[in-house]
């Protein structure tokens, strides 16, 4: 889970319900409270823009937390994941348009049409694995989106869906700053949903499965079932998402969940680190902010407007370098990063180097 | 009969195409999913070969077949060697990654704006008449006699060739031809460089035929599922794939709706993927290994 290893400071569990339980530790607390506090602080201090960002890191995270169910805990791989994000848009985006149905109507809608195209998304993994499910759901996201792309030029929305801010009590959800924490408490529940999927009986069930079917068979574990529940909840996350995501911009286009955005999910989860639901934060944090930043270094270079036009182009190749990096160098991800650090101050001034035949 | 030589024009493109992907998915289990990235970088290369030392159509594609050449080697001996005995997955990720940094590079270095790289070298691109009343453009059939070649030459490369033998041995079993002395780095990087060079072969005649955009990559994408639908690890399915593929999408453009045609290549290999996932030729135990 998003902690394996234990405290030096004497801190043993010594019962099954200590080792589940979410929050161990005082210090554990106390970051946890010192980290609500400044998300609460935050958008009565920051500017519209970078309540913008922190709006987008949120939704990048339940993407982001849902493939990593997926892919970092069932073993799945999926690159289709902006087609459910894109379903669960145009879900609401339909819904809206065609049966002016209000939000608390296309919320679940989305997530329940996420959950169908997950058992679609997960049916070729009962017989096909990773190389060939990646494909395969590479292929649905093009028929997806195809779909989506249909459904506008058909009825005449070339452009994309404009959707209305959803309407609580008759007043509009406008406000920048309300928005934030809609967003943060979407997010802060698909993390809190996760980990206690995880740290079930469905939880470990995907583990052994990723480990190794032939075993997690013979330990009596449905692999067919439970394959297709990862994509089932994988996929209803991500479709909510997507639905968000519409509402929060108010405009719905199928060129906003092109194949690019598939790969910055999966370039989350392997940034962040596979495997650890920090990681997935880590990463949706880190590939929203990258271009960002690129942008904002890129300003403070001389002769900054001539590089205006080509942003987008060296937006895309810093993108594939840092993701390639990674790959190479860093594996572990961004929690890689974090937990060697934590080892390195725990056992500050000593450092513990695996003997060399170790390996 | 026009629809025929469309098909068959798409179908050579695709077949062009989908060797890259089985040649390296043959000999080292690596899915190339930068491949399009590729393919269009050696449609970009003889831009540049053109415009910069040569007018003459001759020397500048030849340069830039050479140019495609090393830089698949480069892809190999720079990226992907480091990825060899990791994950499959990884390795697959890494080649999506270097799509991106590489579409990325060329627009920064070549725009996106539509170039025509036919122009550049003073060529034109008349219809010809064929008989039975179709008509081809020069640099159709240009793809259609490439591709014959191409498959003629690799068939005959694998077939009798001592290194077409050794990437064979390597594809069958990594350790065991390493045991037998087969350098396997400079078996790898060679598959690299040929599926570059094969696939740049195809971008430079797509190039040639119909113009050159960022977006030419989608093909090469669009390709995969012939790959697929033959089995990836056979030249000969990737023949039979890619006919079946271009025949279905053309047929689909031409009877359904003209917007199929970015879908139906997937819709062919989700069917492929249901019914025969390791393809009409493709060995079958291969699903167990990824």
Known sequence: MFRSTPRASGYFRTGYAQDLALIQTRSEAAALTAFTLTLAAYPFLATAFYLDLACQVFLAAIGALSLMLLTGYAGQVSLGHAGLLAAGAFTAGILFREFNAPFWVTLPAAATIGAGLGVIFGLPSLRLRGLYLAVSTLALYFVVAYLGGEYESTRGFSTGIMIDAPKIGGIGLKNPRAWYFVLLAAAALTFLLCANLLRSRTGRAWGAIRARETVAEALGISIAGYKLLAFVISSAMAAFAGALFAYYRGFVSVEAFSLFLSIQYVAMIIVGGMGSLLGALLGAVFVTLLPYAIEAALMKLPHAQSYAGSLFAIDYSAFGLVMIGFLVFEPLGLVGVWRRLQNYFLLWPFKYRPTTGAR | ?290
């Open chain 2, 1 to 290: 009969m026009q629809l025929v030589i469309n098909i068959v024009v798409l179908a050579a493109i695709y077949a062009l195409i989908a060797c890259g992907y089985v040649l390296i998915y043959r000999v080292s289990r690596v899915l190339n999913l930068a491949h399009g990235e590729l393919m269009m970088l050696g449609a970009y290369l003889l831009l540049t070969t053109a415009t910069s030392f040569s007018r003459n159509a001759f020397v500048a594609i030849t340069a830039a077949i050479v140019l495609s050449l090393v830089v698949g080697i480069l892809v190999y001996v720079l990226l992907m060697r480091k990825m060899v005995g990791e994950m499959v997955l990884a390795a697959v990720l890494a080649t999506v990654a270097l799509g991106i940094l590489l579409r990325g590079l060329m627009v920064l270095v070549w725009s996106a704006q539509q170039q025509y790289p036919g122009q550049a070298l003073g060529l034109t691109n008349p219809a010809l008449a064929l008989p039975g009343g179709g008509r081809i453009s020069t640099f159709a059939a240009a793809i259609v006699t490439a591709t014959a070649a191409v498959y003629g030459g690799l068939f005959l490369f694998l077939q009798f060739g001592r290194w077409g033998v050794r990437m064979r041995a390597v594809g069958q079993n990594p350790l065991l031809a390493a045991q037998r002395g087969i350098n396997l780095h400079a078996v790898y990087a060679l598959a690299w460089g040929l599926s570059t060079l094969t696939g740049s072969v195809a971008g430079m005649l797509i190039a040639l035929d119909s113009g050159l955009t960022d977006s030419m990559a989608v093909i090469g994408l669009k390709a995969f599922p012939a790959a697929l639908v033959g089995g990836l690890d056979s030249l000969l399915g990737a023949l039979a794939g890619a006919l079946i593929v271009g025949a279905a999408e053309v047929l689909s453009i031409q009877y359904i709706d003209p917007l199929l045609s970015d879908v139906v290549p997937f819709l062919v290999l989700i069917a492929a993927l249901v019914m025969r996932p390791w393809g009409l030729f493709g060995t079958r135990e291969e699903l167990d290994r990824v």
